[in-house]
């Protein structure tokens, strides 16, 4: 029964798909609109989640700020599944400048090119799913680190569109050895390190407060003495018009020995995102529990969080 309705979802999913792809971006743009109220004002999905990160991201700001913001994500939401949509018929490597800038290019390419390993981290901010769909479009050799989503033949479905142009992809788990061997023979690892790591992660200061990170960017960068590069792909004015990012890249075998641990390269690249989604807070997936607090910190009392 429950693969008849994980199948009915994917059903569901393609029509809607299949409905995108056929309208203007105009139109992909009204609904949007309509999505986002749905399930900010409607249906108050995921309300309290995103309402708690933003205050906490952002206690400075009114309510009515935070409530358009939070709406935006949700348009930013829908806009992102309309492009990803939209991609294939319209971006192609005959025109994909009309649709794309590169920030700081030579650089980019240079740091693309360079005959070592390579590791290229971002956030659940703008259109991350075109970022990988660009890079192996332009022809670079990259691989995602990914979940697979808990639906099979939606998973699927993202797994054509993320190895439609060449993207070749990597499980999350049981990957490792995989991992391993491409970084020793210079390739180039793409993954998304924002998400909650548990307890036993890395412990970094996120927006001020304490998130726990993943540990295995940190220890790859630094057993195989690879570059740590930061990027985005941000939206620009109008759907599909993206704005292509490397913000900044550290090197294990360049940088300060005080760099040289894993706590301190995690919360270098953690306070690279805090720029960006500074800057664009509308384009980041706020509907995430990144904030979970560790079982002591949890069970202090305010005086003994006052004495420590």
């Known amino acids: 029964m429950r693969r008849i309705g994980q199948y009915g979802v994917y059903l569901v999913v393609r029509a809607l798909l299949c409905v ?6 105009g139109w992909a743009e009204v609904l949007a609109r309509w999505g986002a109220w749905v399930c900010w004002d409607l249906l108050k999905l995921r309300r309290q989640v995103v309402e708690e990160n933003l205050q906490a991201a952002f206690p400075q700001w009114s309510s009515p700020m935070r409530n358009q913001v939070a709406r935006a994500m949700w348009e930013h939401l829908f806009l992102m599944a309309a492009e990803v949509a939209q991609a294939h018929r319209r971006l192609h490597r005959g025109n994909w400048h009309h649709w794309v800038q590169i920030e700081g290019e030579p650089e980019a390419v240079s740091l693309l090119l360079q005959r070592r390993p390579l590791l290229l981290v971002t956030a659940h901010f703008g259109n991350f799913e075109m970022a990988g769909f660009l890079l192996s479009l332009w022809g670079y050799p990259i691989w995602s680190v990914a979940r697979p989503l808990d639906n099979p033949y939606l998973d699927e479905l993202v797994q054509q569109f993320r190895g439609s142009r060449g993207q070749r992809l990597l499980r999350k788990r049981g990957e490792f050895e995989r991992i391993e061997q491409i970084l020793q023979q210079g390739g180039i690892l793409c993954l998304l390190a924002d998400q909650y790591a548990g307890r036993k992660g890395c412990w970094v200061e996120f927006f001020h407060r304490p998130a726990s990170a993943h540990k295995a960017i940190a220890l790859l960068a630094l057993e195989h003495q690879a570059p740590i590069a930061v990027g985005y792909c941000v939206r620009e004015d109008r759907p599909l ?18 760099m040289l641990t894993v706590p301190e390269l995690t919360q270098w690249y953690t306070r690279e995102f805090e720029h960006f989604i500074r800057r664009w807070p509308q384009q980041y997936w706020w509907v995430h529990r990144r904030w979970k607090q560790p079982r ?8 003994s969080r006052q004495a420590a």
């Open 20 to 25: 995108i792809q056929a309208i203007p971006l």
């Open 241 to 258: 018009r993206f704005r292509l990012v490397i913000q900044s890249c550290l090197d294990p075998s360049s940088c300060p020995a005080e």
């Open 296 to 303: 002591r910190t949890r069970l202090q009392t305010p005086r």
